[in-house]
């Protein structure tokens, strides 16, 4: 062990009548740690918000949305056909999109219709399950009439609003009716509730409806055509590239939007609130990082004297800045590991108990989602150590600078 080390060691075990420097010491790796702590808990909380947010998201939406500048479009096998042949694509299916009026006996409520393909949806919107997919396949025959009623899928919240269950009729209106002697008449069928989903978000829940993507060209006149396709891709991080490809292969008038333009606002918000947290609660450390600089620069008008003994010993004024550095950095990286590991066994408790218990009608979600990452605890430890490191250059260049004379005489 060079000298250097073991003088800055010597110096972290205070003596009798440095009490009061060794409370500073204690404060200050007491400091770091909350700090640190702190900032991998907030942090793996919004991690943990972010994925949970992304994944049901995706569990709804489809990765890439292929449509026409000029609307609605035919040929859509043809083409469904042509993109899963595309590297990177792992399914397509073809979708019809409106706004709609529901009505029940009860009550009644806008929503979003989406036309579907029962054969290939599943492939692609992960929130529908097969086994209520087979339910729009075939009709049903009320009674003993000739009738026969087509199926929807709703979400919850709006089946909650129209006070339907499953196996409930439903009437589904829509503004693109038919002129008659008597005026214009909208297109009214109706629909028997075949199942509800639950995506866990309020704005999907409340407001999606699934047909069939036959009954819903029937019922807008859309006759063997579609708003769109939906495509699922094999990596979703490669998902605007994908897009590209597909539009360079069909070319105009056909565009594409990947799911991360589609949610660009959401994630963004996220993203800088993310980092506000960080720069926040960074805020913690700096302080912390200040009583190590008050510690350090209180040690070094304290030992002036051994200062310039060593000096006068023939000690650099390099070697006289590693001891206070030494230190320093002895303190913040105690102070950073027991923050690590605090935060690490927090987040843990939060994940496997979920303890903290949030309010359903303003969350998404009623726990509080935790997500670790190796990156975030790396970025923060490193964050930490930068910053104590910092604040040990002051007292350790002014130690270096003492006249040993001066320290001798007047000590």
Not at 109 to 124: F, K, N, Q, Y
Not at 243 to 255: D, N, Q, T
Not at 303 to 308: M, N, Q
Request: charged share 20%; proline share 2%; hydrophobic share 50%.
């Amino acid at each position: 062990m060079s000298f250097e080390y073991f003088i800055g060691g010597r110096y972290l075990r205070a003596k009798q009548k440095e009490t009061f420097i060794s409370l500073i010491t204690i404060l200050s790796v007491a400091g770091v740690t909350v700090g640190v702590m702190a900032l991998i808990v907030v942090i793996a909380v919004m991690a943990g918000f972010e994925s949970d947010l992304k994944q049901r998201i995706l569990g709804v939406e489809s990765h890439i949305v292929l449509m026409r500048h000029d609307g609605s479009f035919s040929g859509y096998k043809k083409i469904s056909k042509q993109i899963n042949e595309l590297h990177g694509v792992e399914a397509a299916t073809p979708f019809i999109y409106s706004q709609i009026m529901l009505r029940s006996s009860t009550g009644v409520s806008g929503a979003v219709l989406r036309g579907i393909d029962p054969e290939s949806a599943d492939s692609v919107i992960k929130i529908l399950k097969n086994s209520v997919l087979k339910n729009l396949k075939q009709v049903q025959r009320k009674g003993n009439s000739k009738t026969f009623v087509p199926g929807i899928i709703l979400g919850k919240e709006l089946a909650r609003n129209l006070g339907v269950l499953k196996g409930d009729a439903v009437y589904l209106i829509s503004s693109r009716g038919m002129i008659s002697p008597i005026g214009y008449l909208p297109a009214m069928k109706r629909f028997e509730v075949v199942g509800l989903f639950e995506s866990g978000m309020y704005e999907y829940d409340g407001s999606l409806a699934y047909i069939n993507l036959k009954d819903a060209q029937k019922i807008l006149n859309m006759k063997g055509s579609v708003t769109g396709i939906e495509v699922r891709v094999d990596d979703i991080y490669n998902a605007r590239n994908v897009a590209k490809k597909i539009v360079s292969e069909l070319g105009f008038p056909y565009w594409a939007r990947d799911w991360m333009r589609m949610n660009h606002n959401l994630f963004s918000a996220l993203k800088l609130e993310k980092t506000v947290m960080f720069i926040i609660l960074a805020l913690i450390v700096l302080v912390a990082a200040f009583n190590i600089a008050s510690t350090l620069i209180m040690m070094v008008m304290g030992k002036t004297k051994d200062i310039a003994i060593l000096k006068a010993m023939g000690a650099m004024d390099s070697s006289i800045r590693k001891i206070f550095i030494y230190k320093g950095m002895i303190i913040g990286a105690v102070g950073t590991s027991l923050g690590v590991c605090l935060g690490f066994i927090i987040c843990k408790l939060l994940e496997k108990y979920k303890f903290i218990q949030l309010p359903g009608d303003v969350y998404y979600i009623s726990t509080l989602p935790v997500r670790l990452e190796t990156l975030d605890v790396f970025m923060i430890a490193s964050a930490a150590m930068v910053i104590c490191f910092v604040a040990t250059l002051y007292p350790a260049i002014q130690a270096s600078k003492l006249n040993p004379i001066e320290a001798i005489r007047y000590g």
